[in-house]
């Protein structure tokens, strides 16, 4: 079992930044990547950002490049998401997430690929 705990959600104007965090406890060996993903109102639950624990590597779906940046402090098992230059668009509740997975695939497939253990989600809400 691996707990997830996200904070740092909030309401900003288009333009703003605030950063995401989720703290991770419990059986997290038996997972390989942490990502985040995204819910808005009305629509299907999308892939956001992924870590691959090996080597480090990141996926980001277009919508987010050059925006959003996920890291991970491995000492005390905390996942970030800086998101930069928010969008109204960006407007949803935002998902920590721990799986092992393909962390490309992970993200950047559909919600059925969209596995392992989840947090309780934390709202962002860009206004214009």
């Known amino acids: 079992r691996v707990d997830l705990v996200e904070s740092g959600g909030g309401s900003v104007q288009a333009g703003g930044s605030l950063r995401l965090s989720c703290s991770a406890s419990?059986?997290?060996?038996?997972?390989?990547?942490m990502g985040w993903f995204r819910r808005a109102p009305g629509k299907e639950r999308e892939g956001v950002a992924s870590?691959?624990?090996?080597?480090?590597?990141?996926y980001y779906v277009d919508s987010v490049k050059d925006r959003f940046t996920i890291s991970r402090d491995k000492a005390d098992n905390t996942l970030y998401l800086q998101m930069n230059s928010l969008k109204p668009e960006d407007t949803a509740m935002y998902y920590c997430?721990?799986?092992?997975?393909?962390?490309?695939?992970?993200?950047?497939?559909?919600?059925?690929?969209?596995?392992?253990?989840w947090g309780q989600g934390t709202q962002v809400t860009v206004s214009s």
């Open positions: 419990g059986n997290i060996a038996s997972t390989n990547t």
């Open positions: 997430s721990a799986a092992q997975a393909n962390p490309r695939q992970w993200i950047l497939g559909s919600p059925a690929d969209h596995f392992g253990w």
């Open positions: 870590i691959y624990f090996r080597d480090g590597s990141t």
